[in-house]
């Protein structure tokens, strides 16, 4: 019905920068908020950042002040861009969305996930 197709994923150095992308498609009417998790290996997934249509966004501490998440709500597209990376921000990441297939109907997506590694 819905599909989130992750993109951006990569292998970088401590302080390295990388953009992450999330295209949702399908039956759309409208998306809703839109977020980033990540799960890095024996821990539980946790937000990363998420935002709504209206540009609201909330970032964990972890991440405040070095990564940004923004969105083209005319293409289904939502960004995270990562700079200053951390070895403790390694983790497969993963995309979600709450997709409205009508004008009362919305259900939550999640893309297939992309791995981030920090590493010198």
């Known amino acids: 019905q819905v599909q989130l197709v992750e993109s951006g994923g990569d292998l970088v150095q401590p302080g390295g920068s990388l953009r992450l992308s999330c295209a949702a498609s399908?039956?759309?009417?409208?998306?809703?908020?839109m977020g980033w998790y990540r799960q890095a290996p024996g821990k539980q997934r946790e937000v990363v950042a998420t935002i709504t249509r209206g540009l609201t966004t909330v970032y964990a501490e972890s991440v405040r002040g070095r990564f940004t998440i923004f969105r083209d709500n005319a293409k289904n597209t939502v960004y995270l861009q990562m700079n200053s990376l951390k070895p403790e921000d390694t983790a497969v990441y993963y995309c979600?969305?709450?997709?409205?297939?009508?004008?009362?109907?919305?259900?939550?997506?999640w893309g297939q996930g992309t791995q981030v590694t920090v590493s010198s």
């Open positions: 979600n969305a709450d997709v409205s297939s009508t004008f009362v109907t919305s259900n939550d997506y």
């Open positions: 399908g039956s759309i009417f409208r998306v809703n908020l």
